[in-house]
């Protein structure tokens, strides 16, 4: 998602003045019903919940047992041999529907960020000169993209892909080939390096690219490379948007939940090559500036053998999706202007819509996560003002409580700014987005994996520790995947921080 924000006017002493409008305040207007999703969501999981505690009371009455009490015991079954086996029959039964519809662990083994080489960098002011050479753009739409650039948030250092720095530009297919291929690949050799992982081992393949998908596919193409076997499970995602990495992740924990015992990669990237705007439409000239070069690929594993090796474990997907009406299915569109130019152009409604959407996403993710004291206080307080209509205060969750690590999206500043104050975090827990977005700008799906990359190198990720990714995307959707540490993390080989992480956190020019 980009960072564009409303607008509104107010008149004071006859001077009309135009004021920011940020996402709405969505933790005071919470709606009944995506609650009721996190509670259902909990409600499905109740057999392991009662069982839990249940098995636990049961071990404890029997380490209560002494000798005697055995002897008895067994005295008694030796004349009652049919209840034996009744139960033995119920438990044994039990306990195999239980282990058959018990869900597989997910494990996170790594994963890569591609670091673009440094000939690809470019600072505004080769931005700009670039800009004005092409002859596309005129004297307003030139000004425009200066004052973008500056409020944006990004450095003097993110990357733009080879063929945006020719003069003129060269979006050709071969082009968006080239490009594609150097980010997966280049994301893909240092994933396989780091986990010492066979290509032929991988079962399952994700790729998610919303704007560039040629025939063959993006998969095919990662096939071709690795000569991955003939029997993958192969998937390739298009059109779905900055938070399409999350809805790859939640694919591949399906499909691994019905394969056993292999390998899933996701392969999160965008293409910019063939998808810069050449035209003078103020709303879809944003892409251009804040769009940059990036990939992720991450290696999942429903080994039992990887916990020991693994980073992470999945705790929790969850994916809201608000394409039913018709302001949020348009709200990022792709389409041509009046001269006919290709590009993605923005709605000034889009902040309000990802408020909603990010409303309904907490909403249903609070009950998985927060604290039973949390839960209790807010659903009290939101009960009696739904319910009863009384005139009390919203209780606003602190969801800092339920997570160590927040890794928002990193569209646009005004999108970190929002999500800042509306969910009370402190500055550290929006550091790694706000620089993620000044080294490497929005690298759309992918902008999470750099976000962790980066509180990774800062080694702060510790054993038991939450992580709490969170993307917007087209459509409209809002997801969000939960992970738990496995240990003490430590930031992996060809890290793309590794480099730079002893100039972090700089600065940011607001």
């Given amino acids: 998602m980009n960072d564009r924000r409303e607008s509104e006017s107010t008149t004071t002493n006859g001077v009309q003045i135009r004021q920011p409008r940020g996402l709405?305040?969505?933790?005071?207007?919470?709606?009944?019903?995506?609650?009721?999703?996190?509670?259902?969501?909990?409600?499905?999981?109740?057999?392991?919940?009662?069982?839990?505690?249940?098995?636990?009371?049961?071990?404890?009455?029997?380490?209560?047992?002494?000798?005697?009490?055995?002897?008895?015991?067994?005295?008694?079954?030796?004349?009652?041999?049919?209840?034996?086996?009744?139960?033995?029959?119920?438990?044994?039964?039990?306990?195999?529907?239980?282990?058959?519809?018990?869900?597989?662990?997910?494990?996170?083994?790594?994963?890569?960020?591609?670091?673009?080489?440094s000939n690809l960098q470019v600072n505004f002011e080769r931005f700009m000169e670039h800009s004005k050479l092409t002859g596309d753009f005129d004297d307003s739409s030139l000004e425009f993209q200066r004052k973008i650039l500056e409020r944006s948030g990004l450095g003097e250092e993110t990357y733009a892909p080879e063929s945006?720095?020719?003069?003129?530009?060269?979006?050709?297919?071969a082009a968006a080939r080239e490009e594609a291929q150097q980010v997966m690949f280049g994301a893909l050799d240092v994933l396989f390096a780091n986990t010492n992982i066979k290509p032929k081992d991988i079962g399952i393949l994700v790729v998610n690219c919303s704007l560039f998908n040629p025939t063959p596919s993006l998969s095919a193409m990662i096939v071709n490379k690795y000569k991955l076997r003939g029997n993958l499970r192969s998937f390739n995602l298009g059109g779905m948007g900055c938070s399409a990495g999350v809805i790859a992740v939640d694919l591949a924990k399906d499909m691994l939940q019905v394969h056993r015992n292999t390998y899933a990669v996701v392969v999160s990237t965008e293409n910019m090559t063939q998808n810069w705007y050449f035209g003078n439409k103020k709303s879809m000239l944003i892409p251009n500036c804040l769009f940059r070069v990036g990939a992720s690929a991450v290696l999942l594993s429903n080994k039992a053998k990887?916990?020991?090796?693994?980073?992470?474990?999945?705790?929790?997907?969850?994916?809201?999706?608000?394409?039913?009406?018709?302001?949020?299915?348009?709200?990022?569109?792709?389409?041509?202007?009046?001269?006919?130019?290709?590009?993605?152009?923005?709605?000034?409604?889009?902040?309000?819509?990802?408020?909603?959407?990010?409303?309904?996403?907490?909403?249903?993710?609070?009950?998985?996560?927060?604290?039973?004291?949390?839960?209790?206080?807010?659903?009290?307080?939101?009960?009696?003002?739904?319910?009863?209509?009384?005139?009390?205060?919203?209780?606003?969750?602190?969801?800092?409580?339920?997570?160590?690590?927040?890794?928002?999206?990193?569209?646009?500043?005004?999108?970190?700014?929002?999500?800042?104050?509306?969910?009370?975090?402190?500055?550290?827990?929006?550091?790694?987005?706000?620089?993620?977005?000044?080294r490497f700008g929005n690298t759309s799906s992918s902008s999470i994996w750099y976000e962790l990359a980066y509180i990774e190198a800062k080694k702060r990720v510790r054993r038991g520790d939450r992580v709490w990714q969170i993307a917007f995307g087209s459509g409209f959707k809002c997801n969000s995947a939960i992970w738990e540490a496995l240990r003490q993390v430590q930031p992996s080989s060809s890290n793309p921080w590794e480099d730079c992480i002893d100039r972090y956190p700089v600065q940011v020019v607001m």
Avoid at 45 to 63: D, E, R, S, W, Y
Avoid at 69 to 94: A, E, K, M, R, T
Avoid at 164 to 173: A, E, G, L, T
Avoid at 402 to 411: L, Q
Wanted: glycine content about 4%.
């Fill in 164 to 173: 945006m720095h020719c003069i003129p530009p060269r979006p050709s297919m």
């Fill in 306 to 438: 990887d916990k020991r090796r693994a980073k992470y474990k999945l705790v929790h997907v969850v994916r809201t999706h608000k394409g039913a009406d018709d302001k949020a299915f348009k709200c990022v569109y792709q389409e041509q202007d009046d001269a006919g130019k290709t590009g993605v152009s923005l709605s000034k409604d889009l902040m309000a819509i990802a408020g909603g959407a990010l409303k309904a996403n907490i909403t249903t993710l609070g009950p998985l996560v927060l604290p039973i004291s949390e839960q209790l206080l807010f659903f009290s307080t939101l009960v009696a003002k739904k319910l009863f209509k009384a005139k009390v205060k919203p209780y606003i969750p602190d969801f800092k409580l339920a997570f160590d690590h927040f890794c928002i999206h990193a569209g646009g500043r005004a999108v970190i700014d929002e999500l800042e104050k509306n969910l009370q975090l402190l500055p550290i827990h929006v550091e790694a987005s706000r620089m993620t977005l000044h």
């Fill in 24 to 117: 709405p305040d969505f933790l005071h207007t919470v709606n009944l019903k995506h609650v009721k999703l996190g509670y259902h969501y909990l409600i499905t999981h109740l057999l392991t919940l009662c069982l839990v505690p249940l098995m636990a009371f049961v071990i404890f009455q029997a380490f209560q047992l002494n000798p005697n009490d055995i002897h008895q015991l067994w005295l008694h079954l030796q004349y009652n041999l049919v209840s034996v086996i009744v139960c033995s029959v119920f438990l044994v039964f039990g306990a195999t529907v239980y282990i058959m519809t018990m869900p597989r662990s997910l494990f996170l083994v790594d994963y890569a960020c591609y670091k673009p080489p």
